[in-house]
């Protein structure tokens, strides 16, 4: 399973754009990478997920570079509601499961 | 689609009692499930995998005798903490997997233990 790193903590004011970025040097071929976002007392709530180049929803922005040795989250204009722990997860989209380690996460404050 | 309801969101109980936490995949079939714990303002750690109709398999250092796991059904899982003590205190996740999604995740039980 490909190991993966995040900041631990990031700040940014309400409006803003942020990105979190996710590093997995040791990613495979067939692995896809997926964010979660979870409030506290609560399951971790699926946000993207991408192979490579940029994918979009409703919410964020993924964008993977062609080595796909990392990723980044991207919220843009964040209000006070998504204050959360952000995780990135690396792994296999296939028949079957995958047990999944969740890494340390990046829990971001936004401030009024 | 793809939700696993989890029950009770939050337990207290005697130390030394057991309690049991359920966990429902409600329009899908969940062959494998998994439960991690969570302590305070840590990340979640993976205690086991459960599949349907098997033993459950257990991450290293997790009991195997204090967190019974069954898993009868494709929509039903459950984690049983046995005798429990304070220590067993924490937040207990239950998820599955969801093909093309990932993964889906329980909102989690707040287990007390006095």
């Known amino acids: 399973l490909a190991k993966t790193t995040q900041p631990i903590s990031m700040d940014s004011y309400e409006g803003q754009e942020v990105n979190i970025t996710c590093s997995h040097n040791n990613i495979a071929t067939n692995d896809y990478i997926t964010w979660y976002q979870q409030f506290p007392s609560q399951g971790p709530r699926f946000i993207i997920q991408g192979y490579k180049t940029k994918v979009t929803n409703e919410v964020a922005s993924l964008f993977i570079p062609a080595d796909r040795k990392s990723s980044t989250l991207s919220l843009p204009r964040v209000s006070l509601s998504d204050t959360a722990v952000y995780y990135c997860l690396v792994g296999p989209r296939v028949r079957g499961y995958q047990k999944v380690t969740f890494g340390t996460g990046t829990k971001l404050q936004v401030i009024p | 689609g793809a939700v696993v309801s989890q029950h009770p969101s939050r337990v207290i109980c005697k130390s030394g009692t057991s309690v049991k936490i359920e966990c429902r995949s409600l329009d899908f079939q969940a062959t494998t499930m998994f439960w991690y714990r969570q302590f305070p303002k840590q990340s979640l750690m993976l205690m086991a995998t459960?599949?349907?109709?098997?033993?459950?398999?257990?991450e290293q250092g997790v009991e195997k005798d204090k967190f019974l796991i069954n898993h009868a059904s494709l929509t039903l899982s459950t984690l049983t903490v046995t005798s429990a003590h304070p220590e067993d205190s924490s937040f207990y996740i239950c998820s599955a997997r969801v093909r093309q999604l990932g993964y889906t995740f329980g909102s989690g039980t707040r287990l007390t233990v006095v």
């Open positions: 459960s599949n349907e109709g098997s033993k459950a398999t257990y």
